[in-house]
């Protein structure tokens, strides 16, 4: 993945984060948001746009565009770099392909086990029975 390029294609927008902090909360924009526009994106093929939208579906607004925010230190600069390797781990994230499973069988000790246990477990219910005669 060329970050580089990834990265003109992303738009920031800058706000006041809330919550504790005084004055400086009130003064300065450190609240980041990144937009990320997967259909209008040059980077991805659209094979990889199509599984990035699957993937991503709840993340995504009407538009096809993600958006994450970070607020989290009072260092603009910082959330920008937080908010940033946040998407890049969540576009690797969606396009890393599933592994598939490999179904395996129980070895013959589980399966005695097992059936030795079925056969306890009746032999108990089997001795509770009383009979009527």
Same mark, same amino acid.
């Given at each position: 993945m060329d970050k580089d390029q990834l990265y003109q294609e992303l738009t920031f927008?800058?706000?006041r984060s809330g919550g504790a902090g005084g004055q400086h909360v009130n003064k300065?924009?450190?609240?980041v948001e990144v937009i990320f526009d997967v259909n209008a994106s040059n980077h991805y093929s659209e094979e990889q746009k199509e599984i990035i939208s699957l993937k991503l579906a709840n993340r995504m607004d009407n538009d096809g565009k993600i958006h994450l925010q970070?607020?989290?230190?009072?260092?603009?600069?910082?959330? $920008?770099? &937080?908010? &940033?390797?946040?998407?890049?781990d969540l576009l690797h994230a969606?396009?890393?392909?599933? $592994? $598939?499973?490999?179904?395996?069988k129980p070895s013959k000790s589980a399966i005695r086990k097992r059936l030795d246990n079925k056969r306890k477990l009746s032999d108990k219910k089997v001795s509770r029975r009383f009979k009527m005669d």
């Amino acid at each position: 993945m060329d970050k580089d390029q990834l990265y003109q294609e992303l738009t920031f927008k800058t706000s006041r984060s809330g919550g504790a902090g005084g004055q400086h909360v009130n003064k300065v924009s450190s609240k980041v948001e990144v937009i990320f526009d997967v259909n209008a994106s040059n980077h991805y093929s659209e094979e990889q746009k199509e599984i990035i939208s699957l993937k991503l579906a709840n993340r995504m607004d009407n538009d096809g565009k993600i958006h994450l925010q970070c607020d989290e230190t009072r260092s603009q600069l910082k959330n $920008k770099e &937080i908010v &940033i390797e946040r998407l890049f781990d969540l576009l690797h994230a969606a396009l890393k392909p599933v $592994k $598939k499973r490999k179904p395996t069988k129980p070895s013959k000790s589980a399966i005695r086990k097992r059936l030795d246990n079925k056969r306890k477990l009746s032999d108990k219910k089997v001795s509770r029975r009383f009979k009527m005669d």
